[in-house]
């Protein structure tokens, strides 16, 4: 009596619901579905930059810079009395300027003239020699014997990297990144380099206004510009980004394999398909694709239902591909009856005979 009263409050489910439960419980469940067309654009890939379109020579370099003195260079320095005599005699010196900027003259003692051009050294020097009773006024001729370099270790994504020595007068990122071969098929745009001393004086400004520390640069924004190209002091480290890898993933018809992604490349859906070897049956066949995408943002899942046909007559369908994607050309009823036959009765049908029934 006891267990019928229990039946009598609690009628037993009909077949209907049987049924439906486990398909609400499955959509309460999955996560957002859309096609190619109706896929909203913050779940779009994003197409990639072609970093080898990046001209470095469109970085701007400092101006003027062959007629400065810097520390460590060689000067040539002649100087002419204006009267000549007996006792007037013309010198020619050979004077290395020191890392504090100045040049040590016999007789005439320290003048200050790095970060000067020649033109203002030849008068510091004559001012110098008046001022000490040496010449009345005499003619003063200065030239760069040798120059001072910079060396400069740049590493990561360049064709040769290294540590490679740039005259002081021209060591800027433009000129290094050159020297180095310019960037490699896999590098990024974004650069970093490190300043491991105090620029000299006269040097053009840096990103950095203490000359110290880490600085970084895109190379894309500053090329689009023609910024100019930042001074990098001696023993400045250059480090040029590689691309993140970038990878698909595919499954189903197709084959489970990992598809590296090109690094200055987008890769769309029949790409895809193409370099995975494409499906193992006829797309009359099997047309149906499943694009399952993570949000790398939010990391929320979304499924994009694609049609290989489809892809082939309209570019919009044929969806560009974000990295991590999985691409899975969908099994069906006649793709796994082909399937089995092929396999358990070794009998040979293709889905070339059946799409060419009529």
Known sequence: ????????????????????????????????????????????????????????????GPNALAEVVYPGDVIDVAIEPAVHGADAESSRLLVRVSANGTATLPTIGQVGIAGRTLDDAETVIRAACIQRGLFRNPAVRVGVESRNVNRVTVTGAVNNPGTHELPAVASNLRNALLIAGGLNSGADSIVEFTQSSQP?????????????????????????????????????????????????????????????????????????????????????????????????????????????????????????LATRDVVSVEENVLTFTLGTINQVLGIGVSAAQISAVP
């Open 1 to 60: 009596m006891f267990g019928s009263g229990i039946c009598a409050d609690f009628p037993r489910p009909s077949w209907k619901r049987l049924i439906l439960l486990p398909l609400m419980i499955a959509f309460m469940g999955c996560h957002k579905t859309f096609t190619p067309s109706s896929l909203p654009i913050e779940y779009a890939a994003t197409p990639v930059f072609n970093t080898a379109q990046i001209d470095i020579s469109r970085l701007r």
């Open 200 to 320: 000299h004086s006269g040097a053009p400004a840096q990103l950095d206004p203490s000359g110290l520390g880490k600085s970084s640069l895109d190379l894309a924004a500053a090329t689009a510009t023609g910024m100019n190209s930042p001074y990098l002091a001696d023993g400045t480290t250059v480090f040029v980004h590689s691309k993140p890898e970038r990878f698909i993933q595919t499954m189903g018809l197709i084959g489970n394999r990992t598809l590296p992604l090109p690094p200055n490349r987008d890769i769309r859906l029949l790409d895809a398909l193409s370099e995975a070897g494409g499906p193992r049956f006829s797309i009359w066949v099997a047309d149906k694709v499943k694009i399952i995408r993570t949000i790398p943002e939010t990391g929320e899942t979304i499924t994009i239902k694609a049609s290989i046909k489809k892809a082939k007559r309209n570019s919009e369908d044929n969806i560009l």
